[in-house]
C-alpha cells in the first residue's frame, strides 16, 4: 500500500513547440484552462487555496524574473499563496513535489501546481551562452550535452553500449511522438537518420538530443479522501523521491549512473511499497538518447550495464516490460525545463486512467488510442534528472490504485 | 663568486607556419618556417612551460626556493600591469619574491638576465628565475609578419651547481630607431632595412661583440658556439662573416629558421639549443640587440651540465613536435580572423573578486585532502567541508599534472567566444585525483578513454581587456 495522500483530479498541457506566437503569460493561461476544463466532475477556481510554479530559467531564457505572483496574478487567482520552484531539469516535478508536501501538511486541501518554460525568446546561440556562466573555470564550456556525454563515452567504453542502441531510444521515442497531440515534433525517425543528422557533442549526433521547446502543463491535487468530489477517476500519489549529487563535474565518482536518479528512486520506491517490476508505464527523462538507456538502470528496470540490450530487446517499448516514455518523451515532445515534469505527470495520469484517448487535447482520439499502455498493476513512475553536474533528480510514482 | 645559470627550459608553440604559405597570399618569397601561437595562447602561457622546464632542469627541490622572477618581453598583455602575477601563482613562489618586468625591447630577455645575475653576485638573491617569452604582433602582408615567431626560454640563475657561468657582459647603446611601437599601434613598425641593418644591428653588434673581445683578451676562434639576435636569416651570417667566425660556431644556436625571429626570447632559445649539446669548458658568445643596444655575453660550461642533461626537455624535441596551419588558422590563431559578433559575456569577470579568491589554487591546482577519508577536494576556497565524508580537517596538495582520460566529449555547437569543436575532458590524475577542464591541440578524432594528458595553463576567455587563465588538458607533448 502505498503513501496514497495525495489524488491528482485534474491535468493540462498546452501543445508544446516553439511557440514564438505566444508569451509565456499565455502558456500559462492556456495550460491553467485546460486543467480546470478537465476535471471531470467540473472545477470551481475558488476552490485553489495555494499554488506552485515551476519555471527553471525565467531570467536567462524570457521576460520574466519570476515570484510566485507571475502565475496566480496572471490567472486571476492573485491572493492566495503562490511559491516558486527551480531545480534544474526536476523544477515541474520538484514543484508537484512541494505541492504534494504543502497539502499532505494538512495547511491546504486543494493546490495548482504549474510549470512553464519559454525556451524560444532566445536565440540559439544566447541560449548556448550558458556556456560562459558558471564558474569561469570549473563550468567553463558545460552546457547539458557536454555533461551527458561523457555518460556516454564512459558507458559504451565500460558496458558496450552502442551508438544503434542510442539511436533505438530517439527511434522508439519518435515513434511514440507522433501519436501525441502535444508533442513538438510527430514524425517518425530511423536509425539512419539518427547517424545522418550532425555531431552535436560527441558521441551525441542532434538526433540523440531534445528539442528547445516552449510549453506548460498543470495540475490540480487535493486531500485523497476530497477527490470523489472532483472524478470518480483519481490518481494517487503512491511516494516521491528526490535525490542529489555533488555539485561539479570532476567531484561525480561514476560517470556510468546518475547517483541522483538511483536516489530519488529507492526513496520513491519505498515510500509506494513497490518494486520497478509493478511499474506498468514510465515517463523518464530522455535529454538525450544515453540518458534514457541509463535511466533503465538506474529505475532498477534491468541490471546496470544492460540498458543498451534493454531497449534493443524492445522491453520499452509501448507493448513491452515497461512502456518507457509513451507521450515521445523529451526527445519528441520537447523539454521546457519547469513544465517537462508536470507534463509527465500528465501524460502517466491519462495513461493509468487508460483514457489517453480522451486527453483533453488538440488530437484525434483514433490515433491518441495508439499510445495507450497496458496497464496491470496500476502503478505509473515519473522521472527526471538534471542540474548542474547532474546533480539532483526527482522520481514520482503515481497509482490508479486506492 | 661564479654565477651562472643552474637550469634552463625552452618552450616552442606546436603550430608552425612555413613562410611559403604567408608568400602564397602577399607574394615574395619564403623559406623556412615561424612558430605562431593559439588563440589561447601568449606570452604568460609560453613562460610559465619554458620556466617548469627549467625548473625541472635545475633540479630544484622546491619552487620556494625561488627568490626572484624577472620577466623579459617585446609585447606584453598589458603596458599597465605585470605579467608575473599570473606565472608566480601559477608555478607556486613564494610571496616575498623580488619581481621584475623588463620590456621596450628584443634584448629585454638579456636585460633582465644581466639583472638577476647580479642580484645573486649582490647575494640579495640565492636562485633567481629569469623568463624571457615572445610573441611581437606583425601586421598581415608586412615584412615582419614573414620573420616573427613566438616562444619561450627561461633560465634559474644561482651560484651552486651552474652548467654554464656567465663571465663577461659588454654593452653597447646609442640613439637607434629601426623597429617600434607606439602605445596606439596594433604592429611593429620597421624603418627601411637598407639602412637599418647596416646603421642599427651591424653597427650595434659588431660593436659589443669586439668590446668584450678586447675586455676579455679572447679572440673569436676561442668559442665553439655564437649566438646572435636573429631578426632574420641574412644579419647573423654576415656577423659571423664579419667577426671571421665559422658557420660551424653558428649552427647549435641557429633557430632563425626554425622557428622566426622571437624577438626577447631569442638568445634564451638559441642558448638553450647551444646548452642542449655544449660540453664541460665551452666558451659561448651571446649577443643581442634591440632598437640600439646590444650585449655581448661570454659564458662557459661547467660540468654539471652533464648529469642534468637526463632532466631536459631539448629544444629538438619541440621542434619535432608540430602541427602545421595555414594562413587562415594562422590569422586566427592571432585573433586577426574572426566572426564579427560578440562573444557570449562571462558569468564572473576575470576582474571580479572571485578570481582573486580563486586564482592561486586554480592556476596551481592545489587541492584540499581530508584527514579522514582522504578525498581530494577542489576547489579548497569552497570546500571547507569534506563533499565525501564531512570531516573539516584537510592538508594541501599540489595536483600531478599528468594523468589519463576517464571520459570525454567533444561539443561541435559552441557559441561566439568558444573554440569550436570543443573537447572537454574528465581525467584521473596520476595521483588519483579527478579532474575536468577543457581541451587543447587535441585532434577530435583521436581522443581517446586512457590516453595519456598533462595539464598547462592557457587563455580562456578576455572581457575588458583582461585575460582569464585556466588549466587545461592537452595530449603529453614531450615525454
Redesign the interface.
Known amino acids: 500500500m502505498g503513501w496514497n495522500k495525495i489524488a491528482i483530479v485534474g491535468v493540462g498541457i498546452i501543445k508544446f513547440g516553439e511557440l514564438f506566437d505566444k508569451d509565456w503569460e499565455v502558456m500559462v493561461e492556456e495550460a491553467y484552462l485546460n486543467t480546470i476544463s478537465n476535471v471531470d466532475k467540473g472545477f470551481n477556481p475558488k476552490d485553489i487555496q495555494a499554488a506552485w510554479i515551476a519555471d527553471c530559467r525565467p531570467g536567462a531564457h524570457g521576460t520574466q524574473t519570476i515570484a510566485g505572483v507571475s502565475l496566480v496574478g496572471n490567472i486571476g487567482l492573485a491572493g492566495i499563496p503562490c511559491t516558486h520552484i527551480e531545480n534544474g531539469c526536476p523544477t515541474g516535478s520538484d514543484g508537484f513535489r512541494n505541492a504534494c508536501l504543502g497539502v499532505a501538511s494538512g495547511v491546504y486541501d486543494v493546490a495548482l501546481v504549474l510549470g512553464a518554460e519559454k525556451m524560444r525568446d532566445k536565440s540559439t546561440?544566447?541560449m548556448?551562452?550558458l556556456?560562459?556562466?558558471?564558474?569561469?573555470?570549473?563550468q567553463?564550456?558545460?552546457?547539458a550535452?557536454?555533461m551527458f556525454?561523457?555518460?556516454?563515452?564512459?558507458h559504451m567504453?565500460e558496458f558496450g553500449t552502442t551508438k544503434e542502441q542510442m539511436a533505438m531510444v530517439a527511434v522508439k521515442n519518435h515513434r511514440n511522438g507522433v501519436y501525441d497531440p502535444y508533442s513538438h515534433y510527430r514524425y517518425e525517425i530511423t536509425i539512419e537518420d539518427v547517424f545522418k543528422s550532425?555531431?552535436?557533442?560527441?558521441?551525441?549526433n542532434l538526433l540523440d538530443c531534445c528539442p528547445q521547446t516552449d510549453g506548460a502543463a498543470a495540475a490540480i491535487i487535493c486531500r485523497a479522501d476530497l477527490a470523489e468530489k472532483y472524478t470518480d477517476k483519481p490518481v494517487y500519489v503512491a511516494g516521491f523521491g528526490m535525490g542529489t549529487d555533488?555539485f561539479?563535474?570532476?567531484?561525480?565518482e561514476d560517470?556510468t549512473e546518475f547517483v541522483a536518479s538511483v536516489r530519488a528512486a529507492k526513496q520513491a520506491y519505498s515510500m509506494a511499497g513497490i518494486e520497478p517490476k509493478d511499474i506498468d508505464v514510465a515517463e523518464v527523462h530522455d535529454c538525450f538518447s544515453i540518458t534514457e538507456i541509463i535511466n533503465y538502470e538506474d529505475l532498477g528496470f534491468c541490471k546496470k550495464g544492460e540498458g543498451g540490450k534493454f531497449i534493443e530487446q524492445g522491453k520499452s517499448d509501448l507493448d513491452g516490460e515497461v512502456a518507457v516514455n509513451p507521450s515521445g518523451g523529451l526527445m519528441s515532445k520537447g523539454h521546457p525545463l519547469g513544465a517537462t515534469g508536470i507534463a509527465q505527470i500528465a501524460e502517466l495520469f491519462w495513461q493509468l486512467r487508460e483514457d489517453v484517448r480522451n486527453s483533453n487535447g488538440t488530437g484525434d482520439p483514433s490515433v491518441n488510442e495508439k499510445r495507450q499502455a497496458k496497464i496491470k498493476n496500476g502503478y505509473g513512475l515519473q522521472h527526471n534528472v538534471g542540474g548542474r553536474g547532474i546533480s539532483n533528480s526527482v522520481v514520482t510514482i503515481l497509482t490508479r490504485n486506492k | 663568486m661564479a654565477v651562472g645559470i643552474v637550469g634552463y627550459g625552452v618552450y616552442i608553440p606546436k603550430s608552425r607556419i612555413k613562410r611559403e604559405e604567408i608568400a602564397k597570399v602577399w607574394g615574395g618569397r619564403g623559406k623556412g618556417e615561424n612558430a605562431v601561437l593559439n588563440e589561447n595562447e601568449d606570452i604568460i602561457t609560453m613562460a610559465i612551460e619554458a620556466s617548469v622546464n627549467a625548473f625541472e632542469h635545475s633540479g630544484l627541490a622546491d619552487v620556494k626556493e625561488i627568490d626572484a622572477i624577472y620577466l623579459g618581453t617585446d609585447s606584453p598583455p598589458n603596458i599597465e600591469h605585470s605579467s608575473i602575477g599570473v606565472i608566480a601563482q601559477t608555478l607556486g613562489a613564494r610571496q616575498d619574491i623580488e619581481v621584475m618586468d623588463f620590456t621596450t625591447s628584443t634584448r629585454a630577455g638579456i636585460a633582465a638576465l644581466k639583472a638577476c645575475v647580479d642580484a645573486v653576485k649582490a647575494g640579495r638573491i640565492k636562485y633567481g628565475l629569469v623568463i624571457a617569452s615572445d610573441y611581437r604582433p606583425a601586421s598581415p602582408g608586412s615584412n615582419m609578419e614573414m620573420f616573427f615567431g613566438g616562444g619561450a626560454g627561461a633560465f634559474i640563475v644561482g651560484s651552486k651547481n651552474t652548467i654554464a657561468d656567465l663571465e663577461e657582459v659588454y654593452s653597447y647603446s646609442g640613439n637607434f630607431r629601426d623597429n617600434w611601437r607606439g602605445q596606439a599601434d596594433t604592429y611593429v613598425k620597421d624603418y627601411e632595412p637598407r639602412f637599418t641593418r647596416q646603421y642599427g644591428y651591424s653597427e650595434y653588434v659588431l660593436n659589443s661583440v669586439r668590446g668584450l673581445l678586447s675586455k676579455t683578451g679572447l679572440t673569436i676562434d676561442q668559442f665553439q658556439h655564437i649566438v646572435f639576435q636573429q631578426p632574420d636569416a641574412r644579419l647573423p651570417i654576415e656577423m659571423a662573416r664579419k667577426l671571421k667566425a665559422t658557420p660551424e660556431q653558428t649552427k647549435a644556436g641557429s633557430i632563425f629558421d626554425d622557428i622566426g625571429d622571437t624577438g626577447a626570447a631569442c638568445l634564451f632559445i638559441g642558448l638553450s639549443s647551444v646548452f642542449d649539446r655544449a660540453v664541460l669548458g665551452n666558451r659561448v658568445l651571446a649577443v643581442s640587440y634591440g632598437s640600439g643596444t646590444s650585449d655581448a655575453l661570454y659564458l662557459t660550461v661547467r660540468k654539471p651540465i652533464e648529469k642534468a642533461r637526463k632532466r631536459c626537455k631539448p629544444y629538438q624535441s619541440y621542434l619535432a613536435s608540430n602541427s602545421y596551419i595555414d594562413y587562415p588558422q594562422y590569422l586566427m590563431g592571432k585573433g586577426v580572423l574572426k566572426k564579427d559578433e560578440e562573444p557570449a559575456s562571462l558569468g564572473v569577470s576575470p576582474l571580479s573578486p572571485f578570481m582573486w579568491r580563486a586564482s592561486a589554487e586554480l592556476y596551481r591546482l592545489i587541492g584540499a585532502k581530508c584527514l579522514n577519508c582522504g578525498y581530494v577536494n577542489f576547489p579548497p576556497s569552497q570546500r571547507k567541508i569534506c563533499i565525501r565524508c564531512g570531516n573539516t580537517e584537510f592538508k594541501e596538495v599540489i595536483f600531478s599534472r599528468r594523468g589519463k582520460i576517464h571520459t570525454f566529449c567533444v561539443n561541435y555547437y559552441m557559441p561566439p567566444g568558444f573554440e569550436s569543436p570543443l573537447p572537454i575532458i574528465i581525467a584521473d590524475l596520476d595521483d588519483g585525483v579527478r579532474h575536468r577542464a577543457l581541451g587543447t591541440e587535441m585532434i577530435p578524432e583521436e581522443i581517446k578513454i586512457d590516453m595519456p594528458i598533462e595539464l598547462v595553463l592557457r587563455k580562456l576567455a578576455s572581457e575588458n581587456n583582461v585575460d582569464l587563465y585556466g588549466n587545461v588538458f592537452r595530449p603529453i607533448r614531450i615525454k
Open positions: 546561440a544566447e548556448l551562452s556556456a560562459a556562466q558558471g564558474h569561469p573555470v570549473l567553463r564550456g558545460e552546457t550535452m557536454t556525454a561523457p555518460q556516454a563515452m564512459r567504453h550532425p555531431m552535436v557533442c560527441s558521441p551525441l555533488t561539479y563535474v570532476h567531484e561525480k560517470f
